[in-house]
């Protein structure tokens, strides 16, 4: 873990976090809101539409320092993104699909979270000079992966995904939610399924995972575009 700021800002910070940073945790997913307040002593973002969230923890104690579940520094992959309606920025760290970059593990079904830590900075690929980032913070626990299994095409799932495009056994209305893998929601669909390929719009390579519900399906499907 790359620490530029001084332990005076660090303690500051800790003080004021509170009405700047809050989050909820349900099913190993937490949701982060940043800025409502108007306060960024925690972290500036001077004026970016996007902030970087690095993100490490280890899967049961919670030992950030010694943590078995790290990004790399250089490859930062959940964000914050500013949303109007909320006047604040507002992301998602779903433990139940994030790629650790650093480890390149994702946390295995029903794992048992305490807590994550989190470091706000200004570049996936790391920090401008003079290494604009907040202090480490630990976002608590704990929290319960969710043991949906991920489709395995070896196991002869339900639906897969091909050229961006969904094959599902399922008919009828189906509620479609596509993951990033950082967690973020990138796209949400509600369509009337008849047997043919449906297309699901994506316009940005990466690894997703997209969760399927209906009347008689509920998969998910992890995929590369």
């Not at 959940?78 to 433990?95: H, S």
């Not at 519900?213 to 998910?220: A, M, P, R």
């Amino acid at each position: 873990m790359k620490k530029f700021y001084s332990m005076a800002l660090a303690a500051f910070a800790g003080v004021a976090l509170s009405a700047q940073l809050t989050y909820t945790v349900s099913n190993g997913i937490y949701k982060l809101t940043y800025g409502k307040s108007g306060d960024w002593s925690f972290y500036d973002p001077q004026g970016a539409p996007t902030i970087y969230v690095h993100v490490w923890s280890a899967q049961s104690d919670g030992d950030n320092n010694q943590g078995n579940f790290d990004d790399a520094w250089t490859n930062s992959n959940t964000t914050m993104v500013w949303d109007n309606a909320e006047g604040a920025f507002v992301g998602t760290i779903n433990l139940n699909t994030k790629l650790f970059t650093n480890s390149n593990t994702t946390m295995p079904q029903g794992a048992v979270v305490q807590r994550i830590g989190i470091v706000l900075k200004d570049q996936q690929n790391g920090t401008s000079a003079p290494g604009r980032q907040s202090a480490d913070k630990d976002l608590d626990g704990p929290t319960t992966l969710s043991t949906m299994s991920v489709s395995d095409f070896s196991r002869k799932a339900k639906s897969q995904v091909a050229a961006g495009k969904l094959f599902t056994a399922a008919k009828g209305n189906l509620a479609l939610t596509v993951y990033e893998s950082g967690g973020r929601i990138v796209k949400t669909l509600k369509v009337n399924a008849n047997g043919n390929p449906i297309d699901l719009g994506l316009s940005q390579k990466g690894v997703y995972l997209i969760t399927i519900s209906g009347e008689n399906i509920s998969d998910s499907v992890k995929f590369a575009y």
